[in-house]
């Protein structure tokens, strides 16, 4: 081979005839010129248009760049298509897009940013389909994540998608070239989603692995704080995720996890337990403290006093932390000597510094009860000195019911005023036509029950009883003006003077027209009976007239009995002094009338 070169090198060349080429005559047969056309041709590519080739950069001046794509005519490509790379230079290798083989000019048209642009979109689903690891440069932030450039294509990096832990900065990573793996393309938008925290997990799932593998209950591990919530911490034990709860970061109450740890921060815990799987760990931190029931002072008993802060408030009580972790419960019962049990927000609140006296202790349950109105003097130990019988107090209703009123006269103290003693004149029905809740009420202590701790009050006997003088009023017979206030089947309640009701049957009730009495009717009515004890007056109206006209006939029939009495008398009078005389005139006197009456016929 190398003889045959060297004797093509020493051969003289043949002399061009330019006689022939003037004159036109064709050097070259025909076939000889097919052969020659055919050897051409092979030196050169077979391009097409819209196809992406690559070149050779031959010359470049300040306009454009000249590429050799190892076609017949070279093509041209606008330099500002290589802005992004200041170090171009003769000979470089660039991918050019065939826009067109021959413009107006015979020139080839060259594009290199569609050529990169087809290339990058060809080389992102290559890395898509063979799980490859590229790198890209983080242009800017955006909503919800980064913008990359991957191959001169414009990629999206979800925020959750950065690291394995949450970011806080998105800033520190804009200008950074990372490594990233492609995970969703979108053909029809040509939209790709990149991730680099698929890389990491790849990296750690294998830690992850032999970190579960090891995991027992019990086993104390060192973690990060990734993540603080409103109800616990998730912890990164090096790829496993961790929670410590809220109840298990102290042994004290606690409002939010922040109080005790931060982001980042290095801790020590205890595994409490997990899943089957392992995929759901429960953490503890105060477990790795001794629990502070078991440091409370051993002389700590029943009786004594101690003093805490108000950490948990709720309508049956409150829990009082007398020392870190050690909480004692005051049940609302045991905050007043008053017996009407209220919420216990209406004595303490959160926050509130109390002293209270033990009730009990059992340190075994770790459970404690306290009380604060046993710090206070009971009412009820001297109530024989302070609201003895026939005192006379102010008290607060309370409650009714249907017989009676329940009042407090002073924290602790309770009492009833019976419904038969609220008034002398009235007949109540219930004690809410008397008084209401809420308002003050005088009371007299009538009675005092120690055992059940409840006072018997009355109202009425402030004041003296009217009906030692209604006894003289309204005596029976007597008529009064009253006022028809009710009228019922039975009857009618009738308003008398000076505040008394009195009741008239309806027979009582005939009006001497014969017609009946009517609502808010003035009449006159006459007592017919007056109870004192029973407190009942019994009226009529019928008797005002009807006793009238009884008394008009009585007065009648006296006068005329009266007349009747006198004739008699004077009969017998005659009769006592008649003689033997008289009778033998009289005897004369009917002869003589008897002749008369004859000559009469």
Known sequence: MEEVVAEETNAEPEEFDWASLESGVDAYSEKERNKLEDLYNDTLNTVTEKEVLEGTVISLNKREVVVDIGYKSDGIVSLNEFRYNPELKVGDKVDVYIESLEDKKGQMILSHKKARATRSWERVNESLENDEIIKGYIKCRTKGGMIVDVFGIEAFLPGSQIDVK?????????????EFKVVK?????RNVVVSHKALIEAELEQQKKEIIAKLEKGQVLEGTVKNVTSYGVFMDLGGVDGLIHITD?????????????????????????????????????????????????????????????????????????????????????????????RSAQDFLSVGDEVEAQILTLDREERKMSLGIKQLKEDPWENIDTQFGVGSKHKATVRNFTNFGVFVEITEGVDGLIHISDLS??????????????????????????????????????????????????????????????????????????????GFATPRHLVKEDGSSVKQDEKLDFKVIEFNKSAKRIIVSHSRVYEDVKRAEENAKRKTQGRSNKKAVKSVNDNIEKTTLGDISELAALKSQMEADEKKDK
Do not use: C
């Open 166 to 178: 949450p970011i806080r900065d998105y800033d520190v990573f804009v200008g950074k070239t990372m």
């Open 185 to 189: 393309i979108n053909h029809e938008y």
């Open 249 to 341: 970061l102290s042994w004290g109450r606690i409002s939010h996890p922040s109080e005790i740890v931060e982001l980042d921060q290095k801790l020590n815990v205890v595994i409490l337990d997990f899943d089957d799987d392992k995929k759901r760990i429960a953490l503890g931190l105060k477990q790795l403290t001794p629990h502070p029931w078991d440091k409370l002072d051993e002389n700590l008993k029943v009786g004594d006093t101690v003093k805490g802060k108000v950490v948990v408030i709720a309508d049956y009580g409150a829990f009082v932390e007398i020392a870190p972790g050690v909480e004692g419960l005051i049940h609302v019962s045991e905050m007043s000597w008053s017996q009407h049990l």
């Open 424 to 501: 002398w004149t009235k007949k109540i029905k219930h004690p809410s036509e008397f008084t209401a809740v809420g308002e003050e009420i005088e009371v007299v202590v009538l009675d005092i029950d120690k055992e059940n701790r409840r006072l018997s009050l009355g109202h009425k006997q402030l004041e003296e009883n009217p009906w030692d003088v209604f006894e003289t009023i309204f005596t029976a017979d007597s008529i009064h003006e009253g006022t028809v206030v009710e009228l019922m089947d039975k009857g009618a309640v009738i308003a008398l003077p000076y505040g008394v009701e």
